[in-house]
């Protein structure tokens, strides 16, 4: 039962206001939901993420924390307060200027406490600023943008001028959609609903294995006029299933008797908002017996396991293979030979924006708003759940708040098209912080043995690898990260002797899925272990036994696939070179004199395969050109801040010969633009920008032929006509002579492009992928030897991206790359039923980031546009093997389980003085 | 349907308390974040308009901290060296948000046991004032925490300030914090020390605090009674006075790790402490 509202005055972003509220609720629940301020975010509700900062009576607090009934006579200012209409402050701009805001969900929050910062203090250091916000997380940029952007506020600048005709790429163009997430307008998923829309709350399994039933739900209606419906499995139409693979729809969108992992789908309660929240847990009728669960892959691969799933008795999902040369002969011919065994925990995307959305019934189609990493499969998936024909399916991503893999599986999707079909009526979702991390997908959690040998000349004769996978409850993305991870199990690296095998295991724990990497993160701790470990067997420098073994145009990977251009590794590691010698002799002359504080520097390196493994994945774009002249490319791609948005443009604009700066877009609307696949796997930049480029230069071909002017003719689109000057000669096309095509356009260009690769043998040889990125990056710790714990100091990171068609955003990329791959190496670990919110389970904040200094290598890839291939996951995958390595300088102790945590650290080293050994 | 008052005056609110049981809300910062995902509809006494809870004033004998004052109006005060230890634990509560809005009476009486004010507060000897309609009464603060989320207040009272005693003269003191990141972190061990420096280079008085190691933060009265007297260089602290202490392993740690990582900070405080400012 909500409270009788009160009348609450206050001041607003200057104007005074006055409201009718419950005084005992949130500011931010006031703000967004009676006042329709929706520019203040909500991630936790519990003051762990920041995004809903606000100042009170000038100072930073979090709005979810304050009583409304607080306000009363004082001055509250919000993110739409800080600048007039329309316009940017100082603050915003030099936010627009470095690239800060990705996804922009923190960014409000970012602002307000650097507002906070700045009023008490207008030149702050960097420690001020850090300081300052330290309260907000951000789990895209890795924070170091934000913070120049502020230590820059001071400078006047001129504001960025847009790039001429066929300078976008390359060019250090701000965001095209930046505007909107400093301001505070980006509609998010949960910021898209009418105001009366019903609210869907979904009930979740407390147990991580059970059967149930549900007993009758008539005095639930009784006691909750406001609830109007409750779904259950019975009330979906179509398929009581949902997958990412057409033959494995294994997870049900509502369980029907049975639950397999803790935070699953069981019921969904639908009605007004009011109602649905105020029902009580402990009032809906489930009745549940509890069964004894299967936690983690020792116990699922036990001979007398339950089964998880009943048709996969021995709790295996699916294995990967792959076999190059003969491996016993190679470590025959090896002189040394290493080798160890690694294991990581589930990792949380913990994207600041939980999952939200808004679906609505329009005659016999739905239409589904939210955010997501992948319009098209989210269509195709509702579609198959409601029994309806895809195309009578809309999806409309919303700004998407992070997706980092977790937004690839549907969420929300189903179950808000459900009830939206049901009811007639818009129905909105979004999901608590606990919520989320239940239900949603993880990172899988892996134990992996790895073995390697070489000769005393430092050349790799022989590489055999095991990954055991916990895959949880549901099959999700669990046979990609089988069949990716023995692809990449080498590291970047030529071996002409290859053994690689992976499992998928089955257990009552979330089911993993999608996360920056698809497993190859895990096992780049080991291949980079065993290079380190065989360097210093055979008395080579780690770099250079690296670049000694370093995968080349021109050899062959392990998938016997001949790698032709753009394998910039050696570069890579050649760049980070000079920075690795300093680092480690400095390192080694301060270990001699502290005690306590050691120093160490250690390196990892990364290949990855832009695209699906071994299957097609094209993208298809379109550029049309309206009778007013207006450029609009309808792009497919899901811009989950990574920034695909701006990418998108900049390519097409070059290809088409006009300024970037006039030419719109359309994202990922499934009525209005083609299939562009999904925003994962690195692909893209690689994939969809090449369908961009194609789009742009099939638009400007026609013009071209229109005109009959050569290919070298400036292209000048004006209100009514486009103007072609090609030498001395001079062209026009009226568009308004022109038919219209669809929507507005008369002129329209398109492209597809599939990158080419081959299905993968029974040995798994083959072409997985149309192209790779390479990265080395170094790291510098500091490890308190007494209390176990790890600060990363500074990071140079050196990645091969065949072109950075917008450095600001590569840079970003790798800044947040790090920052998660720093959150894996050292504290980041989920663990069902107790770190389920943003204080228990910790992702890095602003004070745990290093120093950071990116090299962009730029060996470019014939097949990508202008010669770019992808970034997105490549930063994450070697910062935590270059954070072992350099534990392991400072330290001496090889640490093989992740996160490495203090208790972790500080235990292996008390270990090793008892032992008295060094080992 | 739960009711929202919001009174001006302090017999106003302990009337409202001696009425019935009322959740208090102070800075909310402990409040909201135990509520994500239920509906908020018990009776809540809101105490943030309460003037006379305010500020922090200092009189002959002691130091009185109204209930109102947040972790942000402590670090602002111009307190003597011996607060510095507690002024240190606020800069490490949470982020600037929390630090604005949480009230060191609230991270009192929510008594966590990873309360970052509780470890300084016990060093300093801190009492706490509860007031009813009807009576005021004084508790010291080691007394009035009994448990875990468990006080000896009554659903009456209302506390109304913290009472900090002033320590022999030259007094100083310090706070250690441990936790897995930089900011926005429960400690997984924090220690509080105060230090009176005696004649001659001794200690006159020694009070040492550990958080996040039992049930309630703990002082070591062993080694403080041990080292009290003794010259202030060569004070080590041996595990046997780690005695009081009870860890237990959660997600932040194992209990053998907390054990072992309390003795090296409260080694670290004590060579703090020993340095002259
Ligand atoms: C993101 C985040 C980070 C945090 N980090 C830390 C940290 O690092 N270290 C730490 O110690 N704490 C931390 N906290 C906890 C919290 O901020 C503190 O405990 C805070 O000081 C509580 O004060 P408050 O005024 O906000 O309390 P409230 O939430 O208003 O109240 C807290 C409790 O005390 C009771 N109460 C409050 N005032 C009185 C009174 N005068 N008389 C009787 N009962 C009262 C309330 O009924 C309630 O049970 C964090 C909290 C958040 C949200
Ligand atoms: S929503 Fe307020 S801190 Fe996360
Ligand atoms: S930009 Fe900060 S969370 Fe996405």
Request: glycine share 10%; net charge neutral.
């Amino acid at each position: 039962m909500k409270r009788e509202s009160r009348t609450v005055e206050f001041t607003l972003n200057g104007a005074a206001v006055s409201a009718a509220v419950d005084p005992g609720s949130r500011l931010s629940e006031v703000l967004r939901e009676d006042l329709g301020l929706k520019g203040t975010k909500v991630g936790c509700e519990a003051g762990d993420c920041g995004a809903c900062t606000v100042l009170l009576d000038g100072e930073q607090v979090c709005a979810c924390m304050v009583p409304a009934g607080q306000v009363a006579g004082r001055d509250v200012t919000t993110v739409e307060g800080l600048a007039a209409k329309g316009g940017l402050n100082a603050l915003q701009q030099a936010f627009h200027r470095h690239g800060a805001a990705q996804c922009g969900i923190c960014t409000p929050g970012m602002l307000m406490a650097a507002s906070d910062l700045l009023r008490r203090n207008a030149k702050p250091n960097r420690r001020a600023v850090m300081d300052a916000l330290g309260g907000v997380l951000c789990r895209c940029t890795g924070y170091r943008k934000i913070v120049e952007a502020i230590l820059d506020v001071a400078k006047a600048q001129a504001p960025p001028v847009d790039p001429p005709a066929g300078a976008a790429v390359g060019a250090r163009l701000a965001k095209i959609d930046g505007q909107a997430k400093l301001t505070g307008v980006e509609a998010f998923g949960d910021d898209v609903a009418p105001r009366d829309a019903l609210l869907l709350r979904v009930a979740r399994a407390p147990y991580a294995r059970a059967r149930f039933t549900i007993g009758t739900l008539d005095r639930l209606y009784a006691d909750h006029p406001g609830l109007l419906r409750v779904l259950t499995a019975d009330d979906v139409p179509g398929n009581n299933g949902f997958g990412i693979y057409p033959h494995i729809k294994d997870q049900p969108v509502l369980a029907e008797d049975r639950v397999r992992y803790r935070g699953e789908a069981v019921l969904a309660l639908v009605g007004e908002a009011a109602a649905v929240r105020a029902i009580p847990e402990e009032e809906i009728p489930i009745l549940w017996y509890a069964q004894e669960a299967v936690a983690g892959i020792e116990a699922a691969l036990a001979p007398d396991a339950p089964a998880v799933q009943e048709d996969k008795p021995d709790n295996v999902l699916t294995r990967g293979r792959l076999v190059k040369g003969d491996v016993e002969a190679g470590f025959a011919a090896a002189d040394h030979v290493v080798e160890g065994a690694w294991q990581t925990g589930f990792v949380e995307h913990a994207y600041i924006e939980p999952e939200a959305g808004c679906a609505r019934r329009v005659g016999d189609r739905i239409e589904v708003t939210v955010t997501t990493q992948a319009p098209y499969m989210d269509r195709d998936e509702t579609a198959q759940v409601l029994g309806v024909a895809p195309e009578q399916v809309r999806i409309v991503p919303s700004a998407c708040g992070g997706g980092f893999g977790g937004k690839l599986d549907v969420s929300v999707q189903p179950l808000l098209a459900l009830a939206a079909w049901l009811t007639g009526r818009p129905v909105r979702c979004a999901y608590t912080r606990p919520e989320s991390m239940a239900a949603s997908t993880k990172r899988h959690p892996a134990r992996i043995t790895a073995r390697a040998g070489c000769t005393d000349e430092g050349e790799i004769t022989a590489f055999r690898f095991h990954g055991d996978f916990n895959t949880g409850a549901y099959a999700s993305w669990g046979p990609t990260v089988a069949d990716r991870v023995p692809v990449h199990c080498t590291g970047p690296y030529f071996v002409p002797n290859v053994a690689a095998s992976s499992t998928a295991v089955l257990t009552n724990e979330p089911p993993a899925g999608a996360f920056r990497g698809f497993g190859v993160p895990q096992a780049a701790l080991a291949h980079e272990a065993l290079m380190d470990m065989m360097a210093e067997q055979a008395g080579i420098d780690p770099i250079e036994f690296r670049i000694k073994n370093a995968m080349a145009a021109g050899l062959e990977t392990a998938t016997g696939q001949r790698l032709e251009a753009s394998v910039g590794l050696v570069d890579c590691l050649e760049k980070v070179q000079p920075y690795w010698e300093d680092w480690r002799t400095a390192a080694v002359m301060r270990n001699a004199v502290k005690k306590t504080v050691k120093r160490g520097v250690g390196v990892g390196c990364m290949w990855y395969g832009c695209g699906n493994t071994s299957i097609s994945n094209p993208s298809t774009m379109t550029v049309g050109v309206s009778r007013d002249g207006r450029v609009t490319l309808y792009n497919g791609v899901a811009d989950i801040g990574q920034g695909s948005n701006t990418i998108m443009v900049q390519i097409c604009a070059d290809a088409l010969g006009v300024p970037a700066g006039t030419v719109g877009y359309v994202m990922g609307d499934t009525d209005r633009t083609a299939d562009a696949g999904k925003s994962s796997a690195s692909r893209q930049t690689f994939v969809s920008g090449k369908a961009a480029e194609l789009a742009g230069a099939d638009l400007r071909a026609q013009v071209l032929r229109l005109t009959n002017a050569g290919p070298k003719a400036e292209i000048k689109i004006g209100k009514r006509r486009i103007v072609v000057r090609d030498g001395a000669d001079r062209h026009e096309i009226d568009l308004a002579a022109l038919p219209e095509l669809a929507a507005g356009d008369v002129l329209r260009g398109s492209g597809t492009f599939d990158p080419p690769t081959t299905k993968l043998d029974e040995n798994g040889q083959g072409t997985p992928y149309g192209t790779y990125g390479f990265a080395a990056q170094i790291a510098e710790v500091e490890v308190d030897v007494d209390l176990g714990t790890v600060k990363v100091r500074r990071m140079v990171a050196a990645h091969d991206v065949g072109r950075a068609i917008n450095p600001v955003q590569v840079e970003g990329q790798i800044h947040g790359g790090i920052a998660q791959g720093l959150g894996l190496a050292l504290m980041e670990e989920y663990l069902p039923g107790r770190t389920e919110n943003l204080h228990d389970y910790l992702i890095p904040t602003v004070g745990d980031m290093p120093e950071i200094e990116v090299i962009i290598v730029e060996d470019p890839e014939p097949l990508g546009p202008y010669g770019a291939k992808g970034i997105g996951e490549p930063a994450l995958i070697p910062t935590a093997p270059a954070i072992l390595g350099a534990i392991y300088q400072a330290t001496g102790l090889r640490m093989t389980r992740l996160p490495v945590t203090p208790d972790r650290l500080r235990a292996a080293i008390l270990a090793r003085e008892r032992d008295g050994g060094n080992d | 349907m739960g009711s929202y008052l919001r009174p001006t005056a302090l017999g106003q609110a302990l009337e409202a308390l001696g009425e019935g049981p009322r959740t208090i809300v102070a800075g909310g910062t402990d409040h909201y974040p135990a509520r994500v995902g239920r509906q908020i509809d018990e009776d809540v006494l809101d105490i943030s308009a309460l003037r006379e809870l305010r500020g922090i004033a200092d009189t002959r004998k002691q130091v009185r901290i109204g209930a109102l004052t947040t972790w942000s109006d402590l670090v602002r005060a111009p307190l003597p060296a011996w607060f510095d230890g507690l002024k240190q634990a606020a800069r490490e509560v949470g982020g600037l948000q929390v630090q604005n809005a949480g009230t060191l009476c609230g991270n009192v009486c929510n008594a966590s046991p990873a309360a970052d004010g509780v470890p300084s507060l016990l060093a300093l000897d801190a009492r706490v004032e509860l007031s009813a309609r009807d009576r005021v009464r004084e508790l010291p603060l080691s007394e009035f925490i009994t448990g875990n989320r468990r006080t000896q207040r009554g659903h009456d009272e209302l506390v109304t300030a913290l009472i900090v005693p002033k320590p022999g003269k030259g007094a100083r003191s310090t706070f250690l914090k441990l936790g897995a990141r930089k900011y926005m972190v429960i400690s997984i061990v924090m220690v509080a020390g105060v230090l009176v420096p005696g004649r001659g280079g001794k200690i006159a008085d020694l009070r040492i605090a550990v958080g996040a190691c039992s049930e309630v933060a703990q002082r070591l009265s062993a080694l403080e009674a041990d080292l009290t007297g003794r010259p202030m260089t060569a004070a080590l602290a041996k595990p046997e006075h780690l005695a009081p202490l009870g860890p237990i392993d959660d997600i932040r740690g194992t209990a053998a790790y907390r054990r072992d990582a309390a003795l090296t900070l409260v080694r670290r405080a004590l060579a703090r402490l020993m340095i002259a400012p």
